[in-house]
């Protein structure tokens, strides 16, 4: 398990998916600004050829290769924030000026790689999640110049931090949402289906399965 502690993140080991879990290494994995943005959201992603990978950072985004043990980094980090693009040719979106902010996550879909993240601040009424595709996972990644999965909504703010799976015969993302954003932070977690119209992801944060 890799967690968030004090904008450094750790690794824990267990036998069993409900612990107790154990710091792995005694020691932070990635330490705070260590590759120059907030290190927080890890994110793991593995490879069809059972090659894990793993992606954090708030303000950048970094995606690295790790060893059989999952604590060692196989190569260089690579930054994945310079390799997105707004449309193909376009200049970088995923940079320092608040467009990418933290949350990624990686998932392969019918052979492309597909990149979730959370845009702005949280409490920044245009916070919400964002994708990208690509063929190959350092990219590069191109986005849609309307690359918002969550559709707006009247009643539900503060979309973000969002993970993808699979669920019966389709995909479901998994994400918070402010439970009321006029007088606090605090985040409720939802569930809900996902749809792909016309090459976009899209998810109507009204309709969260119960």
Wanted: hydrophobic share 35%; with cysteine.
């Amino acid at each position: 398990m890799y967690f968030s502690a004090e904008a450094q993140i750790g690794a824990a080991v267990a036998d069993s998916p409900l612990g107790p879990f154990r710091d792995i290494l005694g020691r932070p994995l990635i330490t705070k600004d260590q590759y120059q943005c907030q290190s927080i959201d890890a994110d793991l992603f593995i490879e069809d050829d059972n090659q894990p990978y793993l992606l954090w950072g708030q303000g950048k985004c970094w995606i690295v290769p790790l060893e059989d043990d999952m604590v060692t980094f196989k190569t260089e980090p690579v930054l994945l924030s310079d390799q997105l693009y707004r449309n193909k040719g376009a200049d970088p979106i995923m940079t320092d000026n608040g467009i990418y902010n933290e949350g990624p996550h990686l998932q392969k879909i019918d052979g492309e790689y597909v990149l979730t993240w959370s845009n702005y601040d949280t409490r920044d009424p245009r916070y919400q999640i964002c994708f990208a595709r690509s063929g190959h996972i350092f990219g590069p990644y191109e986005s849609p110049e309307d690359n918002r999965v969550t559709t707006p909504s009247e009643k539900f703010f503060g979309t973000g931090h969002a993970s993808m799976a699979r669920y019966e015969d389709g995909w479901v993302l998994c994400y918070h949402r402010l439970i009321d954003p006029e007088t606090t932070v605090l985040r409720e977690t939802c569930i809900s289906k996902m749809e792909f119209i016309d090459g976009k992801l899209i998810v109507n944060v009204d309709a969260c399965l119960e």
